[in-house]
């Protein structure tokens, strides 16, 4: 007497999966140029040298995010908007460095030149 072979279950796929396949166009997804942007805008706002870049990618990170988001909810659109704005918060604060930076850097240049312009009067 043979046992009966059960057949292997069938794999689960969300119930809207055809969909938003039919929606999306061949070889890709709406959440992915979010995504691309931002981490790029993450880079970018890490980077010292290119912060302004940063934050106008994660600006347009933001807004692909979002028209994702819109299009169809998927874990790339939802990770587009928060790397976006994860992007935002690092190149506002390196170029808030910036600034503070410059400021110390002409406070000191002002403060040298009057020390060496004093001794230069001295002599």
């Known amino acids: 007497m ?32 979010g995504l691309v942007l931002g981490i790029l805008s993450i880079v970018c706002g890490l980077m010292g040298f290119v912060p302004l870049i ?17 299009r169809a909810r998927g874990a790339a659109s939802q990770a587009g908007t928060i790397t976006s704005v994860i992007g935002l918060v690092l190149s ?13 850097l002409g406070g000191f240049l002002a403060i040298l030149g009057s020390v060496v312009g004093g001794a230069a009067m001295m002599k």
Do not use: R
Not at 9 to 29: D, M, T
Not at 54 to 70: E, P, Q, R, Y
């Open 92 to 104: 506002a604060f390196t170029v808030l460095m910036w600034i503070i930076g410059m400021l110390f």
């Open 54 to 70: 940063g934050i106008v990618t994660c600006v347009l990170g933001v807004v692909a995010g979002i028209m994702g988001l819109n």
């Open 2 to 33: 043979s046992v009966p072979s059960i057949p292997p279950p069938k794999p689960q796929l969300p119930p809207n999966w055809q969909a938003q396949q039919a929606n999306a166009p061949a070889g890709s997804l709406p959440g992915n140029p």
